[in-house]
């Protein structure tokens, strides 16, 4: 694996403006940016702590992945995302050393991160998500 760093920590709200509320009001944290993720069904907001970001995660449908998150477990930590790079080698890598994929090659995600879930039953009951900037 090319683990790098921890790129974000994603947590499910039900209410994106609510949530913002409380991290720039009680946290004095800044929301650097907003941003709705149509294929992941999901309206996101980001904050930076030192080197690494809280993304908020508003399902924008009840069927969603976060939708459904929020109705089973509540509002919490949703995922944590590591920076990586050679994701495609790293998803094959990880398939062929038996971790179960949620996603079998990267997909396109919040700020322009190419992205892929590992499967919680394979990642000790975490959801993980790899990262990886697009080569430009």
Do not use: W
């Not at 976060?66 to 089973?72: L, S, T």
């Not at 994929?101 to 997909?107: A, Y």
């Amino acid at each position: 694996m090319n683990i790098r760093y921890i790129e974000h920590i994603g947590i499910a709200v039900r209410s994106l403006d609510e949530a913002i509320a409380f991290y720039e009001q009680k946290l004095g944290l800044t929301c650097y940016a907003i941003e709705e993720v149509p294929e992941q069904k999901v309206r996101t907001a980001f904050f930076m702590v030192g080197q690494t970001k809280i993304e908020l995660l508003e399902s924008t449908d009840p069927e969603g992945p976060v939708g459904k998150f929020i109705e089973n477990k509540g509002e919490g930590v949703h995922h944590i995302a590591f920076a990586t790079e050679g994701l495609q080698e790293q998803l094959d890598e990880l398939s062929s050393n038996e971790i179960r994929l949620i996603d079998k090659s990267p997909r396109k995600g919040a700020e322009g991160l190419n992205i892929a879930f590992l499967h919680p039953k394979s990642t000790l009951g975490v959801l993980t998500e790899l990262c990886e900037k697009p080569k430009v």
